[in-house]
């Protein structure tokens, strides 16, 4: 080969190396850690509205509060046709949280924005009009709503105040985004499941699914409509009624245990 074009080659390869640093560097955002002492009013309401965060020993609490406190001050949290208080974004932020405790240095890099809205919406993203037309309490954005999340403001209240309904729409769509890092929303969360462990998840997945359609499952029917959803509603049974999942699934809730690295139910 010819030395000019030897030194071409070369040329496109430098700028090539030096247009992807560029991008790379225009758009990653540098992760803010906290500084300031955590607010006692934060405290306050992850007391009185977190479960999670009350069964945590001391250490365990300060490392909540530590990852609430940088999901707050790195992700926007927006109210949209209503203002997002200070106890929303706690809650928030706790959702975002309790999925992660067991690994302290992730990071939602998929994640900009989450808009609250006052109540349920459509498809097209409004809050008013028949309610049978508004079913959406919970969603993570694709297209143009890409690393946008969009959260009821009255499902996010709903999800922590009742704890025996095995539901948390927040939790649900924080589980949807940790399943989407791997780049596919497939109920196969590749970046905390290890390799030996899919097939066996994915039989497992398989055989439930036809329970649930069979009616014979105390699952929420929402998991058949797919494996994504049923990553996601099996999670907000997990974090909410281990013991019961423990009890009537043993093997569903030794592959969450192995997935989110985390034991809700010591001896």
Same mark, same amino acid.
């Given at each position: ?28 955002? @540098?992760?803010?850690? +906290? =500084?300031?002492? #955590? !607010? ?5 309401? &992850? /007391? ?46 706790? @959702?975002?949280?309790? +999925? =992660?405790?067991? #690994? !302290? ?5 998929? &994640? /900009? ?155």
């Amino acid at each position: 080969m010819p030395q000019e074009n030897i030194i071409k080659i070369v040329i496109v390869l430098l700028v090539g190396i030096a247009l992807l640093y560029w991008l790379n560097k225009k758009y990653s955002r @540098s992760w803010r850690k +906290p =500084i300031k002492p #955590f !607010p006692k009013k934060w405290r306050a309401i &992850l /007391k009185k509205e977190i479960s999670f965060y009350r069964d945590l020993n001391h250490e365990e609490i300060k490392l909540f509060e530590y990852k609430l406190k940088e999901f707050i001050i790195n992700i926007k949290i927006t109210g949209i046709e209503t203002t997002a208080t200070i106890e929303d974004k706690v809650m928030v932020a706790a @959702s975002a949280v309790i +999925p =992660i405790f067991a #690994f !302290p240095e992730w990071k939602y890099k998929n &994640l /900009k924005e989450v808009l609250i809205y006052p109540n349920n919406f459509n498809m097209d993203f409004e809050t008013k009009g028949k309610d049978n037309d508004r079913r959406i309490m919970g969603m993570v954005g694709t297209g143009y709503m890409n690393d946008k999340m969009i959260l009821s403001k009255t499902a996010l209240h709903r999800g922590f105040k009742n704890e025996t309904d095995k539901k948390n729409t927040a939790i649900h769509e924080f589980v949807h985004l940790i399943d989407k890092m791997d780049g596919t929303v497939d109920g196969i969360p590749e970046v905390l499941l290890e390799k030996q462990y899919v097939i066996p998840w994915i039989d497992m997945i398989e055989r439930k699914l036809e329970e649930i359609v069979k009616g014979k499952s105390d699952i929420n029917p929402y998991a058949a409509t797919g494996r994504e959803e049923f990553f996601a509603v099996l999670s907000e049974y997990f974090f909410e009624r281990p013991r019961l999942l423990k009890k009537k699934h043993p093997e569903l809730y030794e592959m969450l245990e192995e997935i989110f690295d985390q034991d809700l139910v010591e001896e």
